[in-house]
């Protein structure tokens, strides 16, 4: 329990320190939001008053604060351009990200496991070697490149599914699950090729330990000692491994909404970008930034009940 | 057995570089069109001996394009290993040698910038300094930083207490001498093996920033940003997201192969 809390506070500190950076290196950057929202035939004085009105004529410290204040309360001030409440703007877009997040993590699970499994069951055999081979080739491609391929594919030659034909939840249930199916193969792709990487080899590992061979002169058969006793040891390094791929698969799912014109985060943090919107660009990074330290968070707890050796 | 598959890795990676890097080298002085002329009686023109991968919307050799283009991808990921490793190499040598509260101090911050995908990190110093292929260079550079200098710190942690060092510290070598004349020639199977894979991330961020619009500018064109120009004309002429594709996977397939040689 004290390794939680130890953990809790250590994640409070991180968070804590993303925000000042995040923050600080938006508030310093050159450019005047004012200016840019009245246009450059505004004068002094309505810039002033701007300005004033966005909270911009206060100290850095102040304004840190301020915001510190409200983001805890989960307000993160207003949009520059759309002058729309940040958190609205976001919590309409988040459940449609999220989605797809997880259902790609679903997908990369579902694919790179059992062939992981597999592949490490056979090993040294011509399966093991085919799908070494085109597991190689996957981690090859990036997310947006599958991304294409899966529309020219699926969606131009096989007509699954109409390219940036996407419909909303509240619309069409139906339409929207089966649409975002594509995009989370996309982004599940490549990391279900690490996936199955990384286990195969840490299955290989096992095989020469000693305690593998204990178990097969206890009379186990070779199954029981690849499925009792090794996928378990195996799939430590695993769980490591996903914490660490969500927080890609938010990188991935970005760079696929675009692919696949999907209206979620990542086309709101794009925008945003390109019209230096910084509220809403701030507020987006500590949102990943909570998603990220959170699952490492849970991560590590997951760690430490399955090896109690951890932290210790 | 162990051998022949050694071959066949590096062989088949040699190859697909050979295949990519040559034409991007060559495309630095040479292409065989210009890649912005744009003809319009050539408009998504089909494959043929004159234009052996067709033409564009623009009416544009593409493979004159993926030429320049596949220039500009390398050069920037070059350009971004370079920066990173250099700044990376130095944080992780002073770091891992000296300790001390320096170290503690600039490891909270590198945990906080490990914990961000490199592509956010990227996206974020791109939204801070502007678009175009120097700040993405300087911003992938400065995004990777943390990941080299974690790796050579703890390289310098390993090394420095070896014999070896300590006699050199005997002998009355300096601090910096010992930190670079001795110990980082010891460390550079791990530098050049972590070079490479940073390479191949390089070339994939830098690839996906240009593909969202907010990487490299025209009328400079990298792979990533034809990638994304040949996405809106997938369903008329697939065979220019086909080959830009192609040259950004086997870039990264061919030094992905080696690398694994390497270590």
């Known amino acids: 329990m004290k390794y939680v809390w130890k953990k809790i506070l250590s994640c409070i500190i991180t968070l804590f320190i993303v925000s000042l950076l995040v923050f600080v290196a938006f508030a ?5 939001p004012a200016l840019s929202k009245l246009g450059t035939n505004a004068t002094e004085a309505s810039l002033a008053a701007m300005r004033q009105q966005m909270g911009l004529d206060k100290p850095i410290w102040e304004r840190y604060l301020n915001w510190l204040w409200g983001a805890i309360r989960g307000d993160f001030g207003t949009s520059y351009s759309y002058s729309m409440s940040v958190a609205s703007m976001i919590l309409d877009k988040l459940p449609i990200t999220l989605t797809l997040m ?54 131009v030659t096989l007509k699954f599914f109409t390219p940036g034909g996407f419909v909303s ?14 995009p989370a193969l996309a982004v599940a792709l490549p990391k279900s090729a690490m996936i199955l990487n990384l286990l195969y ?27 009792g006793h090794m996928l378990k040891n195996a799939s430590i390094p695993t769980i490591t491994f996903l914490g660490m791929a969500l927080a890609d698969m938010i990188a991935g799912s970005i760079i696929i909404e675009q692919v696949f014109g999907i209206p979620g985060l990542g086309r709101i943090l794009l925008t945003s970008i390109q ?10 990074i500590m949102l990943i930034a909570v998603i990220v330290i959170g699952v490492n ?4 707890v997951l760690y430490k009940l399955v090896d109690p050796r951890v932290g210790n | 057995m162990k051998k022949k598959k050694y071959n066949f890795n590096f062989i088949l990676g040699m190859i697909l570089l050979a295949l990519t890097l040559i034409p991007a080298f060559v495309g630095l002085f040479w292409t065989p069109y210009n890649p912005e002329t744009m003809d319009k009686t050539l408009k998504m023109a089909g494959i043929s001996l004159k234009h052996i991968y067709g033409c564009d919307n623009f009416g544009r050799d593409i493979f004159s394009r993926i030429m320049s283009g596949s220039a500009i991808t390398v050069a920037i990921a070059l350009g971004t290993v370079a920066f990173g490793s250099i700044i990376g190499t130095i944080i992780g040598a002073l770091t891992g040698y000296f300790g001390g509260i320096l170290d503690e101090a600039l490891m909270r911050i590198n945990d906080v910038a490990l914990a961000f995908p490199s592509l956010l990190l990227a996206l974020v110093m791109v939204s801070l300094l502007g678009s175009g292929k120097y700040q993405v260079m300087l911003a992938l550079g400065i995004a990777f930083i943390p990941s080299y200098a974690r790796i050579v710190r703890s390289e310098y942690i390993r090394i420095k207490n070896l014999d070896y060092v300590k006699s050199a510290k005997l002998a009355g070598a300096g601090e910096f001498r010992i930190m670079f004349v001795h110990i980082l020639p010891n460390a550079k199977t791990v530098i050049l093996s972590s070079l490479m894979i940073g390479f191949n991330n390089a070339v994939l961020a830098e690839a996906g920033l240009s593909f969202l619009g907010i990487g490299v500018q025209p009328p400079d064109a990298s792979l990533g940003r034809m990638l994304s120009e040949a ?25 992905s192969l080696l690398s694994k040689e390497v270590k």
């Not at chain 1, 310093?28 to 005047?32: C, F, H, K, S, V």
């Open chain 1, 201 to 227: 080899s840490s299955l290989n590992g096992e095989k020469k330990k000693d305690y593998v061979r204990t178990a097969y002169s206890r009379g186990n058969t070779s199954n029981a000692v690849f499925f």
């Open chain 1, 275 to 284: 019209n230096r919107d910084y509220p809403v660009v701030v507020a987006i």
């Open chain 2, 231 to 255: 996405q809106s004309h997938l369903f008329t002429n697939p065979g220019y997201a086909l080959f830009t594709g192609c040259t950004i996977v086997a870039i990264i397939l061919g030094f």
């Open chain 1, 297 to 300: 968070f849970l991560v590590d």
């Open chain 1, 169 to 182: 939840i509240s619309k069409n249930p139906v339409g929207f699950f089966t649409y975002m199916f594509y």
């Open chain 1, 102 to 155: 997880i259902f790609s993590m679903c997908i990369m699970i579902l694919i790179g496991v059992p062939l992981g499994v597999y592949a490490s069951y056979k090993e040294g055999t011509a399966i093991d070697r085919v799908i070494q081979i085109i597991n190689q080739i996957n981690m090859a491609v990036p997310p947006f490149f599958s991304g294409i391929l899966i529309t020219l594919l699926f969606g």
């Open chain 1, 28 to 32: 310093i950057i050159p450019g005047d």
